[in-house]
């Protein structure tokens, strides 16, 4: 490979959270002996490519950094990147604007298509960040749950979003595609459905797809909006460089908006709270990273991720009887349901987890997910030490 994917970097002082907190409340400690593995928040730990930091250092080497408006090569990126990438090929300037982070969004558009009380619909397993958002605002969620079918692939059940939304009297939904944390890329007959339940009960739409560079190889992502011209008026779509490319410090998300009257509402919604603004350096990150390198390292970046996807799962049905998994078609996390092995074990899920992280392996609680017995892990980071994981697991965790 031309990019490098096997460096083990010592991220541990360095002003990050994946590998300086253990996500769990009271005194969980690793043993001594044991170096920490962070696997847990969606961030990676690779490298970051270097035509992205040689696109920050060019404007570094200009040395004021005032009030500024962004480039027209920032606007340029995100359309040719959408038109190559994503197959899209009718995103025009106007239909873009600047968001402060996907979840800084996803409450703009909570705040400007909802009143307080108000319910609002999401999958689960939820991503923890959604409903997060939805506590501090005082939108309730209401979880419509995944189902796995006999092959254990999750998937919707268009008849309970449809009761639910209808039950609580909905008039927004967020929709995550590719979902996180299951790893499943809708196909278009799936996302089709979906939203003709939503044109079906009037519901507005945000479609978080921060993880829609993330692809194995064999599925394809389908932008929501693409599916249909109501999907397309309906529909905030949410977007950001920061899962493909691991710059989530930078800060800077986007959306897409194709209905001038969904736009006006939502635009006008992040410009009231006064912080909706980027960092100069964020904009010329995503400039270098939507550019035929950064689509070549993404290419590169996703057949790493399949082979640790692929060993991680082999491995959990070659070891750990009892647990559940679906191999991801998108993303780069796992999402275990150790129910299962929990109850044949004698086990609590809080154990599992705790005998993982004295050895070393920081993984992520599932129940904050809305899935009993689970638990999330994140797979971005050198081969070597996703051996070098479940060896620790096989022999500490699973016993």
Request: hydrophobic share 40%.
């Amino acid at each position: 490979m031309k990019h490098d994917f096997t460096t083990v970097l010592d991220r541990e002082g360095h002003d990050l959270i994946a590998a300086n907190r253990i996500p769990y409340d009271g005194e969980i400690r690793v043993d001594e002996g044991f170096s920490r593995i962070p696997m847990w928040i969606a961030d990676m730990s690779f490298k970051a490519p270097a035509f992205i930091t040689d696109s920050i250092k060019e404007r570094l080497s200009f040395p004021n950094f005032g009030y500024f408006e962004k480039p027209d090569a920032y606007y340029d990126a995100i359309i040719n990147w959408h038109a190559s990438r994503k197959g899209v090929r009718d995103v025009k300037r106007e239909y873009i604007g600047y968001e402060n982070g996907v979840l800084g969004g996803v409450s703009s558009a909570v705040t400007a298509f909802t009143r307080p009380g108000e319910k609002v619909l999401v999958h689960s397993p939820t991503y923890v960040g959604f409903t997060a958002v939805l506590e501090d605002l005082g939108r309730p969620a209401v979880h419509s749950e995944l189902v796995r079918d006999e092959n254990g692939i999750w998937r919707m059940d268009y008849a309970d979003m449809d009761r639910k939304i209808k039950e609580n009297g909905i008039r927004l939904a967020i929709f995550c595609s590719p979902h996180n944390p299951s790893g499943r890329v809708w196909e278009r007959e799936e996302i089709l459905r979906a939203m003709e339940v939503y044109r079906e009960n009037d519901c507005t739409v945000i479609s978080d797809e921060i993880w829609s560079d993330i692809i194995m190889p064999g599925n394809v992502h389908i932008p929501t909006q693409s599916v249909s011209d109501d999907a397309k008026r309906r529909t905030i779509a949410l977007y950001a460089p920061s899962k493909t490319f691991s710059l989530a410090g930078l800060v800077g998300s986007y959306h897409v908006v194709y209905d001038e009257t969904l736009r006006m509402k939502l635009e006008g919604q992040s410009r009231s709270t006064h912080y909706n603004e980027a960092c100069v350096l964020s904009d010329y990150a995503l400039i270098g990273a939507f550019t035929r390198e950064g689509a070549e390292w993404v290419d590169e970046l996703n057949a790493v991720l399949d082979e640790n996807l692929a060993y991680a799962c082999r491995f959990i049905e070659e070891n750990f009887g009892g647990v559940k998994v679906m191999r991801p078609q998108g993303t780069y996390m796992i999402f275990l349901d150790c129910a299962d092995w929990c109850r044949e074990h004698g086990v609590t899920s809080a154990q599992l987890r705790e005998r993982g992280v004295k050895k070393g392996v920081i993984w992520q609680n599932g129940e904050a997910f809305f899935m009993k017995d689970s638990i999330r892990m994140n797979l971005a980071l050198p081969h070597s030490l996703v051996v070098e994981a479940f060896d620790r697991l096989k022999k500490y965790a699973f016993v």
